[in-house]
């Protein structure tokens, strides 16, 4: 019996490419489940300190399922730095506008803080429609 921790390399990380279709699926439902693939806490073979994720594309951003409540409820804020530099935008505006940006920050807000969670959330592509550039890496649909 073998009591040796067995530790992922980098150079022994397989990736893969998923496709999620997110029309009528619940935005922090989706943004877990993403989140989950990119950190590849899904395979057997996770190590914390190593971006061992996939990559995923995330079609049809703008027909993602909230509720009418938080539309209007949910704000994002952000400051310029400088004197009234604060702005805000509701979820419903920001939906309107840039579909994609609102599931990325909703992914974005559960990887870490880190360099590594910076590095997971580029291997997360989104979509507004039903198209995408990466039929050649040949994407699996999520389970």
Same mark, same amino acid.
């Given at each position: 019996?073998?009591?040796?921790?067995?530790?992922?390399?980098?150079?022994?990380?397989?990736?893969?490419?998923?496709?999620?279709?997110?029309?009528?699926?619940?935005? $922090?439902?989706?943004?877990?489940?993403?989140?989950?693939?990119?950190? $590849?806490?899904?395979?057997?073979?996770?190590?914390?300190?190593?971006?061992?994720? #996939?990559?995923?594309?995330?079609?049809?951003? &703008?027909?993602?399922?909230?509720?009418? #409540? &938080?539309?209007?409820?949910?704000?994002?804020?952000?400051?310029? $730095?400088?004197?009234?530099?604060?702005?805000?935008?509701?979820?419903?505006?920001?939906?309107?506008?840039?579909?994609?940006?609102?599931?990325?920050?909703?992914?974005?807000?559960?990887?870490?803080?880190?360099?590594?969670?910076?590095?997971?959330?580029?291997?997360? &592509?989104?979509?507004? $429609?039903?198209?995408?550039?990466?039929?050649?890496?040949?994407?699996?649909?999520?389970?």
């Amino acid at each position: 019996m073998s009591t040796k921790t067995y530790s992922l390399r980098e150079g022994e990380i397989d990736r893969q490419w998923f496709v999620v279709d997110a029309t009528d699926q619940t935005l $922090g439902r989706l943004a877990s489940r993403v989140a989950r693939v990119l950190e $590849g806490k899904h395979k057997p073979t996770f190590t914390p300190n190593l971006d061992s994720g #996939d990559h995923v594309i995330v079609l049809n951003a &703008k027909r993602i399922a909230v509720s009418r #409540d &938080k539309l209007e409820s949910k704000v994002y804020v952000r400051h310029s $730095g400088y004197p009234q530099g604060l702005r805000e935008e509701t979820l419903g505006h920001l939906l309107e506008r840039r579909p994609e940006e609102v599931v990325r920050r909703a992914v974005k807000g559960m990887l870490p803080r880190t360099r590594l969670g910076a590095q997971q959330l580029r291997k997360l &592509k989104i979509y507004a $429609g039903a198209d995408h550039p990466h039929q050649a890496q040949r994407p699996e649909p999520l389970a």
